[in-house]
Structures are given as C-alpha cells and as structure tokens.
C-alpha cells in the first residue's frame, strides 16, 4: 500500500510542478544564455528555431546545431561535472516561443513519465546525426556541394510545399557561413550563381530551392553526402 500511495504522490506532485514551467518569447538574434551560465532550465522549441554556437574568437562564431520546433535542447549541459552551459543560444527567428522547463521539473517528468523521456533522447539523437551531417558536409570537394547539401537539408526540415520546390525562411548569410565554416562572401557568391541559373529563389526572409535543383541533387551519382 505504501509503494502504491508513494506513486500517487509521485504523479501528483509532476502534475503540479508542471504548472511551473514558464513560456516566453524571443526576437531573432536575442540571447537565450551564454556559455559559461548555470544550468537552470531546459529548453523546448514550441515555434521558431535557435541556432547553439560556440565563440571562435572576437566576435566570430562557429553555430554547432540548430534547433527546430518541437525538439528539446540544454539538456547535456545536465551531463557536465560543472553543469555550465557548454555553448551559447540565440533565436534565430522573430517570434521565437519556448518553454523554460526548471531542473526539478524535468527531473520529476524525466523519471515518471516515459513518452517525455522519449522526446527527450530523441531529441539528443537529432544532435547527434546533425554532427554526423555537418562532419560529411565537411569533406565535400567545393563550396557550391557543401552549401546545395545544406539548402537540401534545411528545405527537408523546414520546408513548406509550393508549386515550385519548397520554401524556408532564410538564414542570414553570415549565419549560414558560420553553420558550414565558410565566409559569408563565398555563401552569397553561391547563392546568386544559383540563383541565377533558377536553382533557386530568395529574398530577405525566404528561400524557395526548386524542383530542378532537388532533382539534380538526387541524381548526382558521385556524391556520397545524403539528404
């Protein structure tokens, strides 16, 4: 009876810590923590992207992931001795909404409810096969490989279906040469020669990568690179 009794209580009490979590908002390129800060939440993504970056020096960046909605990030801070934070997060979108899950929260819901425990490892396994991306898009021969494979890559997780291919809101280019460790001159001299063979089409705020560009890119027989 006691056992039993201890499992209610459990439930009970991760059902009210859950009242807790705080939902907030972020403009494109606001800090959500630096590297270095203390652990005291974790982080899911309910609408918008955050790009996690790590300081190359001054004031340039390397982004190590980008995170989409509906994944968790913050939680392998959770694994270092320290529990600092390893990497620094900025929203990449306006309107950047996430839910700010404080430590005793997720620990009750990570042990007590396992769908959530779910979501959250495989959360880590996208990061993981994101790094594995990244390592593969880093062997590409040219420039034009490594950021087509990039744009395929971004149109399969962020993409909305239109006539002519799929459309994505854009990163800056700046954001794109420090996710793909190129200057941002290279990514906008790729970018405008795609464009002007209508690969593609951009402005500002979106991308369309067209159908004749995807179907190229399938049918490329010497890449080893995947989507």
């Known amino acids: 009876m006691r056992d039993r009794n201890y499992e209610i209580y459990k439930r009970e009490k991760c059902k009210s810590k859950e009242k807790f979590s705080i939902v907030e908002q972020f403009a494109k390129g606001q800090i959500i923590y630096r590297r270095g800060n203390s652990v005291m939440?974790?982080?899911?993504?309910?609408?918008?992207s955050v790009k996690l970056v790590n300081a190359k020096g001054g004031k340039?960046?390397?982004?190590?992931?980008?995170?989409?909605?509906?994944?968790?990030?913050?939680?392998?801070?959770?694994?270092?001795?320290?529990?600092?934070?390893?990497l620094s997060a900025y929203s990449i979108n306006n309107n950047t909404v996430?839910?700010?899950?404080?430590?005793?929260?997720?620990?009750?819901?990570?042990?007590?409810?396992?769908?959530?425990?779910?979501?959250?490892?495989?959360?880590i396994r996208n990061l993981r096969e994101e790094s594995e991306w990244k390592y593969k898009v880093y062997l590409s021969d040219?420039?034009?490989?490594?950021?087509?494979?990039?744009l395929m890559r971004l149109a399969r997780i962020h993409g909305e279906r239109v006539p002519s291919g799929f459309k994505f809101?854009?990163?800056?280019?700046?954001?794109?040469?420090?996710y793909l460790g190129m200057s941002r001159q290279s990514i906008t001299l790729v970018l405008n020669?795609?464009?002007?063979?209508?690969?593609?089409?951009?402005?500002?705020?979106?991308?369309?990568?067209?159908?004749?560009?995807?179907?190229?890119?399938?049918?490329?027989?010497?890449?080893?690179?995947?989507?």
């Open 41 to 48: 939440n974790v982080f899911y993504v309910k609408m918008g």
């Open 60 to 86: 340039q960046y390397i982004i190590q992931h980008i995170i989409n909605e509906g994944q968790y990030f913050g939680v392998l801070d959770l694994f270092t001795p320290s529990r600092k934070r390893r």
């Open 98 to 123: 996430l839910e700010l899950i404080p430590l005793e929260v997720f620990e009750i819901k990570y042990k007590n409810q396992s769908e959530f425990t779910f979501e959250i490892w495989d959360s």
């Open 142 to 150: 040219t420039i034009n490989e490594r950021l087509i494979c990039c």
């Open 169 to 178: 809101s854009m990163l800056t280019h700046c954001e794109l040469g420090e």
């Open 193 to 227: 020669r795609l464009k002007r063979g209508n690969k593609i089409e951009y402005d500002r705020n979106t991308i369309i990568v067209k159908n004749e560009l995807i179907t190229e890119y399938h049918q490329e027989s010497t890449s080893n690179l995947t989507l």
